[in-house]
């Protein structure tokens, strides 16, 4: 799987995924509520404001919206630094309108919140954390110093001391909390979406694996007939240009390629079978083919078809989906990487379930994350690269790959360790590593064994 797409979707990159116009539009909304709050406060309610600084803070906001839609295009996207000293722009005013309107008097104090969780969903955390410490010093100044308000009659509204040191402290914790909250939302929702697009992609790719598949078995079938042409005159034409030693060479040459091509047909149509044997297959053929890329790689795998008491002694015929096949390779792919020396795959089916458990003679899952197990980028932090695996970072995509895809086509997976998953057993296992326990219902997987087309084989 290629890693650049990937590349596509890091925190840094998506940092500059915020369009300026959201911003401005935003604050058009915010400018809009602060002169409507500033005019109610001093028609209605009788509260005296220093109306022309008031205005000022507000035209600073209506300026800056007016020159960012003049000099920027509609679809301007703010880098990181950008952002972060537009919503600085946008803290700083409603600081100032604040200091101006009673301070933590106003309950519109609230409002501070507004640009730190911008930040914790858009920005990364360098810069959330700077806009948070600048927003909890801001109130804290603000808290004590502000103009006070004050009505037409003379009267001071204000606060106890007590409600005041109350609503400071709840505006840190809401900063604090609803940034973090934020954020970890924002970073899951972005590492699913991260992962399923490297899971469409893996399954896209077994697909045209699948279709490619389809295409060299149905060239193989067309092209035989001209090939059985070609070769049954050469022969010919061999055997009557005995006197021509020139021609003959050229008679030789000619029924030789034939025989080549043949052979490149024959090694590319492994699979040459017509489109109902690329639908379906015995189970055992399926987990081969998900297995065969890692045969080969210096672990023993051993292989269980067995069925359960109530199951039919022959294999299941199941669908050769692609998503059973790439899932099935990923936990394959995962065990071998692991394991000491040993892989075991064990297929067993009743009536009603088909049963699979990958398993090895590894280390097994860290136990700390044993229940996260198949999300999407869990990795231990600070850990050295494994030299079991050399160049893996350990982000959990391919087992959230398999289980997505498996799970796709009907599956419920479970994860264990060896110990673990024996602990409560009589029987003593081989099985002392990660232990994968894949389980279909039957009736999703398998297909009926009607009869299939036609399949004849490749003779010149």
């Known amino acids: 799987m290629a890693e650049s797409p990937l590349s596509l979707f890091t925190t840094a990159a998506r940092s500059e995924w915020v369009r300026l116009r959201t911003l401005i539009n935003l604050r058009w909304l915010a400018i809009g509520g602060q002169t ?14 220093q109306l022309s600084l008031c205005f000022l803070a ?12 003049i000099v920027y295009p509609e679809n301007k996207r703010l880098s990181e630094r ?3 000293l537009t919503l600085l722009f946008d803290l700083a005013q409603l600081i100032f309108l604040l200091f101006l ?3 933590l008097n106003n309950p519109f104090a609230l409002l501070i919140l507004a640009p730190v969780t911008i930040s914790a969903t858009a920005l990364r955390q360098k810069s959330t954390v700077f806009l948070g410490l600048m927003a909890i010093f801001l109130i804290s100044v603000v808290a004590n ?3 006070p308000l004050r009505t037409e009659q003379g009267f001071y509204l204000r606060m106890p001391d007590i409600f005041v040191s109350g609503f400071w402290i709840s505006l840190v914790i809401g900063i604090i909390f609803l940034a973090g909250y934020a954020r970890r939302v924002t970073l ?3 590492s699913m979406s991260q992962a399923l697009i490297a899971t469409q992609m893996a399954l896209s790719r077994e697909q045209k694996l699948t279709d490619l598949g389809g295409v060299v078995a149905a060239a193989a079938h067309e092209l035989g007939t001209p090939l059985a042409t070609i070769k049954l005159v050469s022969t010919e034409l061999v055997e009557e240009l005995g006197d021509h030693p020139e ?4 008679a030789a040459l000619i029924r030789e390629q034939a025989d080549r091509c043949r052979d490149i047909l024959s090694d590319m149509g492994r699979t040459g079978k017509d489109d109902s044997h690329l639908k379906r297959a015995p189970l055992s053929t399926v987990i081969h083919e998900a297995a065969e890329p890692h045969q080969n790689r210096g672990k023993q795998i051993h292989f269980s078809f067995t069925p359960l008491p109530d199951g039919d002694p022959r294999q299941p015929q199941i669908q050769r989906l692609p998503e059973i096949i790439h899932g099935v390779r990923n936990l394959i792919q995962n065990a071998v990487d692991f394991a000491e020396a040993e892989v075991w795959v064990d297929v067993t089916w009743s009536k009603d379930e088909i049963t699979l458990i990958v398993a090895d003679d590894g280390r097994g899952y860290p136990p700390d994350l044993i229940g996260r197990i198949g999300d999407p980028f869990v990795r231990r932090r600070k850990e050295k690269p494994s030299s079991q695996r050399p160049g893996y970072e350990g982000m959990g995509l391919g087992l959230f790959i398999a289980k997505t895809l498996l799970q796709r086509s009907g599956a419920e997976l479970t994860f264990a360790n060896g110990r673990d998953w024996f602990s409560n057993r009589a029987d003593p296992s081989p099985y002392k590593g990660a232990i994968v326990n894949v389980v279909w219902s039957a009736d999703k997987i398998t297909r009926s064994a009607a009869p299939v087309g036609k399949n004849e084989a490749l003779e010149i």
């Open 188 to 190: 899951e929702t972005h």
């Open 36 to 49: 409507a709050a500033v005019l109610f406060a001093t028609f209605q309610l009788d509260i005296v404001l």
């Open 145 to 147: 110093f502000h103009l």
């Open 247 to 250: 021609l003959l060479a050229d």
């Open 101 to 103: 309107t009673g301070g």
């Open 82 to 84: 950008e952002t972060m």
């Open 58 to 69: 507000i035209g600073a906001s209506v300026i800056f919206n007016v020159a960012s839609t």
